[in-house]
């Protein structure tokens, strides 16, 4: 158990809807990472917080956005679903950083949200 | 853009035999690499990383790498396969705040 927690575990919607997913990173940690994980488009990087602001932005559509509140869990916002939108999506946590971090911070995955767009 | 290849999408090894889990990443002057497992239903663990340091990295569970600059290469190795090393394994790339990933491997443990 890497302490990061998401929920729902499973989430089935229809396409043109909207879903948000829930991240609580590990107690201490900072930065919350989102990852998105698909059959077509492998392992992607979404976005990065840090302690409440944006700090990196990866492959992230604009129909997607995210947030991360002053107690440092973070929530994914996906509107407009389509069906390639299906997707394992996971959230990453880590100490520091403030400056993107992936070169000295370990990231603590969460177990993610299988997401089925019908 | 920065680009990560893993040129094997399934390896099979018999257990207690070597595992090669081959990764080559896009050149950069001073890159940040990953490897990753994933486990059936599980997140990514963090196995090493190497970050300008030594260029044999040792990891956790018996893995180690080695980054080849002139191959532009960051090949995974462990000695000896276990079975509850079957897992799904990443190599990334970071730089200038972009993570890149490969395909995965598929490591397959026979008895």
């Known amino acids: 158990d890497s302490g990061v927690t998401q929920t729902p575990k499973h989430l089935i919607t229809a396409t043109g809807q909207r879903v948000t997913l829930r991240c609580s990173p590990r107690?201490?940690?900072?930065?919350v990472y989102w990852y998105q994980q698909s059959l077509d488009q492998g392992l992607q990087f979404l976005i990065q917080?840090?302690?409440?602001?944006?700090?990196a932005k990866g492959n992230i559509l604009e129909r997607f956005s995210a947030q991360q509140f002053p107690d440092l869990h973070s929530e994914l916002n996906l509107s407009s679903l389509e069906l390639g939108d299906s997707a394992l999506y996971f959230c990453?946590?880590?100490?520091?950083?403030?400056?993107?971090?992936?070169?000295?911070?370990?990231?603590?995955f969460g177990p993610g949200t299988r997401l089925t767009v019908l | 853009a920065q680009s990560v290849t893993q040129l094997d999408s399934h390896v099979s090894v018999s257990e207690g035999t070597p595992v090669l889990l081959r990764c080559n990443y896009s050149?950069?002057?001073?890159?940040?690499l990953f490897w990753y497992v994933q486990h059936p239903n599980k997140g990514l663990q963090l196995l090493l990383k190497?970050?300008?340091?030594?260029?044999l990295v040792k990891g956790i569970n018996g893995f180690e790498a080695e980054f080849k600059k002139s191959e532009t290469s960051f090949h995974l190795t462990k000695p000896s396969a276990h079975m509850s090393d079957a897992a799904e394994y990443f190599c990334?790339?970071?730089?200038?705040?972009?993570?890149?990933f490969g395909a995965g491997t598929r490591l397959t443990v026979k008895p």
């Open positions: 917080y840090y302690n409440g602001e944006e700090r």
């Open positions: 050149s950069s002057y001073s890159p940040s």
């Open positions: 990453a946590s880590s100490v520091g950083g403030a400056g993107g971090g992936w070169s000295y911070n370990e990231q603590f």
């Open positions: 107690s201490g940690d900072l930065s």
């Open positions: 190497y970050t300008s340091a030594a260029t």
């Open positions: 990334g790339q970071h730089n200038n705040n972009d993570m890149r």
